[in-house]
């Protein structure tokens, strides 16, 4: 494998240079944003050809896993953090979470402007997590998804603690963990996740290890947790 390949199978061409591009040892919001934009036009049909299965992949993955334990209720307000193309959005709609209003934020405008073309998120918002204090009031959302956050520094751990701020008592925060980032001895996402269930500012009330890319022979560990 090539040494600025950091994971998947998918080594050479488009998907190879998406890979390297978007991926790295250190988070660097600057070189994301610029590599979002880059790839915002094609997002989509990578993450297509990424997953293999006709599913888009950590998308469907991780929203599914989602249906499975947080409630479907009228009017829920869910924050889709990094939003990307709002693929999550259109999970949702498909898996019963309608009427509902979702807002999305992304640090690609590129990504944003995919996302408004759907028509389906009541708000987009141009940031960073976890720089979203001056954006969100506290408990003001019932659930956070976060598909694809937490991949190879991709966002930083402190975006949990943003999460759990924003997210009301009994509400939820579901999200996926590339498997190989949460295995990693020294990893900081995994750190988090412990620390705050220790702390008591969430119940991990599941995690399950499945399926995340399949063609790229890419897995994750999912995490649904109920804000305390």
């Known amino acids: 494998m090539r040494q600025d390949h950091i994971e998947g199978k998918i080594v050479e061409g488009r998907l190879g240079e998406f890979h390297r591009d978007v991926h790295a040892l250190t988070y660097d919001s600057d070189r994301l944003e610029r590599a979002y934009d880059k790839h915002a036009e094609n ?3 990578f993450l297509m050809e990424l997953a293999g299965d006709g599913t888009s992949g950590c998308s469907h993955y991780t929203t599914l896993f989602f249906s499975k334990y947080v409630p479907r209720q009228k009017g829920m307000r869910i924050l889709d953090a990094g939003v990307g193309t709002g693929i999550g959005g259109v999970e ?6 309608n009427p509902l ?16 073309k759907r028509g389906i998120y009541q ?18 959302f019932d659930a956070v998804l976060c598909a694809g956050g937490f991949s190879h520094a991709a966002m930083p751990e402190s975006a949990m603690v943003e999460f759990v701020r924003v997210t009301r008592p009994g ?3 579901v999200f996926s963990v590339r498997k190989s ?3 990693k001895s020294d990893s900081a996402i995994t750190a988090m996740i412990k620390l705050l269930q220790r702390e ?19 897995q994750a560990v999912y995490f649904a947790c109920q804000v305390l």
């Open 43 to 45: 997002y989509d049909e």
């Open 92 to 97: 949702l709609i498909n898996l019963g979470y």
């Open 101 to 116: 209003s979702i807002v999305g934020v992304d640090l690609s405008s590129k990504m944003l402007e995919q996302a408004k």
């Open 123 to 140: 708000e987009l918002h141009y940031a960073r997590f976890p720089e979203t204090k001056e954006i969100f009031q506290p408990d003001e």
């Open 171 to 173: 509400g939820f925060i």
């Open 181 to 183: 980032v949460y295995d």
């Open 200 to 218: 008591g500012s969430w119940d991990i009330v599941a995690q399950e290890c499945g399926k995340y890319l399949p063609a790229d022979g890419v």
